[in-house]
Each structure stands twice: as structure tokens, then as C-alpha cells.
């Protein structure tokens, strides 16, 4: 099966705060392709990272970084400092190799308190 | 450049009437998708368009729900005789490649149409 999970469903946390969002996910493929969306209250859904299963090396882009354990099955993704530009719904996507289709997370909604 | 763009952005109509909702996706990208996202859910994969091949229709909930996609580029999503569980934000996504190994697989996304069935 092709699954993603985001268990948090909503986080709130103090402006300046460092937070992590989980993704865990299940494949039957052995080369997949994960994603993380950002998609404020304009609704409108951003793309953030795309990564390769093959390829575990950590990403960091400013304040995000992303934590990717082939061994967990997990993609977490940790905003550093967070910022009140950063309250949006975060979801966690999964392409498997073989398929057209992209499975998303419930998403997880950030609150970012100032 | 221009964005996968959609509309109308909101629509409201009565239980009953068929509607149509209307995608122009990036300008060169071969693959489309058509979301659904209820209130408070994730995405629901409704269909996929790549480039001239049959579309992968797996995920349409119902026969009322149809897609098409003219000339490789524009498409449209028909929902015949709406019911009010039909009410959702429904969301297009446009890729360079859909299916590709390689980052042209990658999805941008419309601000999506908000439907609301009476």
C-alpha cells in the first residue's frame, strides 16, 4: 500500500520557536519520491522539497530543514525560528515509482503564536 | 510566468445542476491533476492527464464526475446533477512530467475552486 501519515493534526507554537512536523509513509516501491506542500490560508498549495529515496542526505534551505530516514520510513520537517509567515496547513506527499498517483498526507496545521 | 490558474474561484450552486470547472495549467507542462480537498482533509486524487495517453481516471468518486483535457493543455471537470457532499475545494496541479524520474515531476498547483452544492 501507499500511505502517508501525518499524525499531528494541529501544533501551535511561540513565535521563535524551533517546530517538527512528522511524515511517515509506507511504499511497496523501492525508489519513491516525496514532497512537502505549504499551503497558507490563501489556500493555494507551495511547493517546498522534493527528495528522492535514494538520496538521504539532509536538507536545509534558510529555516527549514528536512530529515529524511530511510530506516523509519520517515520525512520530518523542521522550521527553525519560526515565524508568524510560517501558520499554514503543511502536507507530506508520496509518489511511488511505478505510478501517476501522488498521496497526500491530512496535513498538519501550524499555528505560529506571535 | 504565469501559474496553473483556475476558475471560477467559487462557485455555489443547487443540488441537482451539473457544473464545470475550468483548469489552464503551466504553459509546457505535459501532465494535469484534478484534487479534491474537503474541509479540514487531505487531497483526494480525482484524475491525471499526461500528455496524449488515455487519462488515469482511478480516482473519480462517481460517474457523475467527468474530465477532459483539449489540446494537451486546458481541462475541464464536469460534475453532473452536484449533491451536497460534493461541496469541496477542488484543485488542479500542473507538472512538467508526470511519472518522470527526474524533477519534472514535481506539481504546481491552482488556487483551487471552492464549490458549495445547496
Known amino acids: 500500500a501507499q500511505k502517508v501519515t501525518q499524525a499531528q493534526t494541529e501544533i501551535s507554537v511561540v513565535e521563535k520557536e524551533d517546530v517538527t512536523l512528522d511524515c511517515v509513509y509506507e511504499?511497496?516501491?523501492?525508489?519513491?519520491?516525496l514532497f512537502w506542500y505549504k499551503q497558507p490560508p490563501s489556500g493555494e498549495l507551495v511547493f517546498l522539497i522534493r527528495?528522492?529515496?535514494?538520496?538521504?542526505q539532509n536538507e536545509i534551505s534558510g529555516r527549514y530543514s528536512w530529515n529524511f530516514q530511510k530506516s523509519t520510513s520517515s520525512f520530518n520537517f523542521t522550521i527553525t525560528a519560526s515565524q508568524v509567515v510560517d501558520s499554514a496547513v503543511y502536507f507530506c506527499a508520496l509518489r511511488g515509482f511505478t505510478g501517476n498517483q501522488f498521496y497526500f498526507g491530512t496535513g498538519t496545521s501550524l499555528t505560529v503564536i506571535p | 510566468g504565469a501559474g496553473v490558474s483556475q476558475s471560477p474561484s467559487n462557485k455555489v450552486t443547487e443540488k441537482g445542476k451539473d457544473v464545470e470547472l475550468r483548469c489552464d495549467p503551466i504553459?509546457?507542462?505535459?501532465?494535469l491533476y484534478w484534487y479534491r480537498q474537503s474541509l479540514g482533509q487531505g487531497l483526494e486524487f480525482l484524475i491525471y492527464f499526461q500528455g496524449n495517453s488515455a487519462p488515469d481516471k482511478s480516482g473519480l468518486p462517481s460517474d457523475r464526475f467527468s474530465a477532459e483535457r483539449t489540446g494537451g493543455s486546458v481541462s475541464t471537470l464536469t460534475i453532473q446533477r452536484t449533491q451536497q457532499e460534493d461541496s469541496a475545494v477542488y484543485l488542479c496541479?500542473?507538472?512538467?512530467?508526470?511519472?518522470?524520474?527526474?524533477?519534472?515531476?514535481?506539481?504546481?498547483f491552482g488556487p483551487g475552486t471552492r464549490l458549495t452544492v445547496l
Open positions: 527528495r528522492n529515496s535514494f538520496d538521504e
Open positions: 504553459s509546457g507542462h505535459t501532465a
Open positions: 496541479a500542473s507538472s512538467l512530467v508526470g511519472g518522470a524520474s527526474g524533477s519534472t515531476d514535481t506539481q504546481y
Open positions: 511504499t511497496r516501491d523501492t525508489t519513491y519520491y
